[in-house]
C-alpha cells in the first residue's frame, strides 16, 4: 500500500484548505483512513480517521466541528477539508490506513504517506 499525500500550503488564520491523499495498492488493508498531524517540535497526533467502506467517521476533539475528512471509495482516496484553520494547526499532515478502527488514538495504522506541511499564519 502507498499513500500520496497532497495540498498542503500556506494560508491565514481563518482560511480553509484541503488536503488530499491518493492509496493505491490492496484495499483489503485499507479498512480505516486516518489523518495525522506532528507540529515542530511535537509528537505526532491524530486528527481524524474515517472507515473506508462505512464512512463513519472520528475526530480529535481540537479538530472537532472545524475539519471534515471524507473518502472517495472509487478513488481510494480520503480527504480532510480544515476550516477556521488556527495557528496551532501549523503542521506536518500525514494520512495513513490501516485495519483496526481504534479510538481515540488509532495507534497501529499500517501504512504512512509522506506528510504534506500546512502552515497558518496571522
Known amino acids: 500500500v502507498q499513500l500520496q499525500a497532497s495540498g498542503g500550503g500556506l494560508v491565514q488564520a481563518g482560511d480553509s484548505l484541503r488536503l488530499s491523499c491518493a492509496a493505491s495498492?490492496?484495499?483489503?488493508?485499507?479498512?480505516?483512513m486516518a489523518w495525522f498531524r506532528q507540529a515542530p517540535g511535537k509528537e505526532r497526533e491524530f486528527v481524524a480517521a474515517v472507515r473506508r467502506i462505512s464512512g463513519t467517521t472520528y475526530y480529535a476533539d481540537s479538530v472537532k466541528d472545524r475539519f471534515t475528512i471524507s473518502r472517495d471509495v472509487a478513488k481510494n482516496t480520503v480527504y480532510l477539508q480544515m476550516t477556521n484553520l488556527k495557528l496551532e494547526d501549523t503542521a506536518n499532515y500525514y494520512c495513513?490506513?490501516?485495519?483496526?478502527?481504534?479510538?481515540?488514538?488509532?495507534?497501529?495504522?499500517?501504512?504512512w504517506g509522506e506528510g504534506t506541511l500546512v502552515t497558518v499564519s496571522s
Open positions: 495513513a490506513t490501516g485495519s483496526s478502527w481504534s479510538p481515540p488514538r488509532f495507534y497501529g495504522m499500517g501504512y
Open positions: 495498492g490492496s484495499s483489503g488493508s485499507m479498512y480505516v
